[in-house]
C-alpha cells in the first residue's frame, strides 16, 4: 500500500483560500487514483473530490465545484486540492486516499488513507 501523508490545513477567515497537498511514498504514484475526502464532528466521512492516475479524469463534489480543484504532479508523488471561497461549512478534517484502478467518490473503495489535516474555516 501507498503512504501518504496531507498538508496545508489551518484556520482561515470565511472567503479565504487553503491550498492542501498529499505527498505520497512510492514509485508507482501514476497507477493510483486519488481522492480527497473530508469528515466534521459527529458527521460521516465524505467525497470532497478525485482524480485518475493520468491527472485526466476529475469528479468534484457539488458544493465543491467552482471553488475546490484537484490536481496531481505525478513527479513529485504529490496530489493537491486548492480550495477557494471558503465557507464555514468546509471545516472538517480532509482526508486523501489512494485506490488502484479508476477514481470513485465512495470512501469504502479507497485502500490507503492519510491521518488527516484540519481545515478551519471562521465566519
Known amino acids: 500500500q501507498v503512504q501518504l501523508v496531507e498538508s496545508g490545513g489551518g484556520l482561515v477567515q470565511a472567503g479565504g483560500s487553503l491550498r492542501l497537498s498529499c505527498a505520497a511514498s512510492?514509485?508507482?504514484?501514476?497507477?493510483?487514483?486519488m481522492g480527497w475526502f473530508r469528515q466534521a464532528p459527529g458527521k460521516e466521512r465524505e467525497f470532497v473530490a478525485a482524480?485518475?492516475?493520468?491527472?485526466?479524469?476529475?469528479y468534484h463534489r457539488d458544493s465543491a465545484k467552482g471553488r475546490f480543484t484537484i490536481s496531481r504532479d505525478n513527479a513529485k508523488n504529490t496530489v493537491y486540492l486548492q480550495m477557494n471561497s471558503l465557507k464555514a461549512e468546509d471545516t472538517a478534517v480532509y482526508y486523501c486516499?489512494?485506490?488502484?484502478?479508476?477514481?470513485?467518490?465512495?470512501?469504502?473503495?479507497?485502500?490507503?488513507w492519510g491521518q488527516g489535516t484540519q481545515v478551519t474555516v471562521s465566519s
Open positions: 486516499a489512494a485506490r488502484v484502478g479508476n477514481p470513485k467518490s465512495t470512501r469504502y473503495q479507497y485502500a490507503s
Open positions: 512510492g514509485r508507482t504514484f501514476s497507477s493510483y487514483a
Open positions: 482524480i485518475s492516475g493520468s491527472g485526466g479524469i476529475l
